[in-house]
């Protein structure tokens, strides 16, 4: 999954490595029942970090409130997540290019639309990105059950298991149409995003 370390083009942090002692901006939702946000940001953090050998103790962590996700458009079955504070530039990046922090986290399609703009600069390199390891809230997916349930309702298994096994032949065949339709379930995302 694309990822990203984001700070100011003028800022004379070049490398993960450059991070220690410095204000790394988390987003932060007071609304939000389970802030996953806040945890994926700080879990893909501590992972690149981790991956130096920097403990987060040798970062400053700066919470930056930030709007909760809240729909802004609902037509139909469609829901318009362009709009939504995940889509583009949140307060924590804003926090960034106002100086309240030094750099920030990001990564899926957030993480692209900031390499495309250009208006801060990505530290992680394609290389660090393919290394180290990203394990958040979308990845690594795995699929789960209780061993209760599993041995008291294997037939629910056996067919949820099927059907995966059956979408995941049909993505196989038809890979442009699930490109298509996936993407658009993802802030909005092109396929072009969605590809990267």
């Known amino acids: ?6 700070v100011r083009k003028d800022s004379d942090i070049r490398c993960i490595d450059d991070l220690k002692k410095k204000r790394i901006a988390v987003p932060v939702r007071k609304d939000a029942i389970i802030d996953f946000r806040y945890l994926t940001a700080l879990y893909g953090l501590e992972s690149a970090l981790e991956f130096y050998g920097i403990p987060m103790e040798k970062v400053c962590i ?10 802004k458009q609902l ?8 709009n939504k504070d995940s889509d583009f530039m949140t307060e924590d990046f804003q926090s960034v290019l106002a100086g309240k922090a030094d ?25 660090e990105q393919s290394m180290i390891p990203n394990y958040n ?36 065949e038809h890979p442009d149409d699930f490109l ?9 995302a092109t396929v072009e995003e969605f590809k990267a």
């Open 1 to 6: 999954e694309h990822s990203g370390i984001y």
């Open 137 to 172: 809230n979308n990845a690594v997916l795995l699929i789960t059950c209780t061993k209760p349930f599993a041995y008291e309702h294997p037939d629910i298994v056996i067919t949820y298991l099927k059907e995966v096994v059956r979408a995941a032949r049909k993505i196989k």
């Open 103 to 127: 750099a920030v986290f990001a990564q899926s399609i957030k993480a692209v639309r900031h390499d495309k703009a250009g208006i801060l600069r990505n530290i992680m390199t394609p290389e």
């Open 180 to 188: 298509e339709t996936a993407a658009s379930g993802i802030y909005g």
């Open 62 to 71: 700066v919470k930056i409130p930030c709007n909760n996700i809240a729909t």
């Open 75 to 82: 037509q139909g079955n469609n829901v318009d997540t362009l």
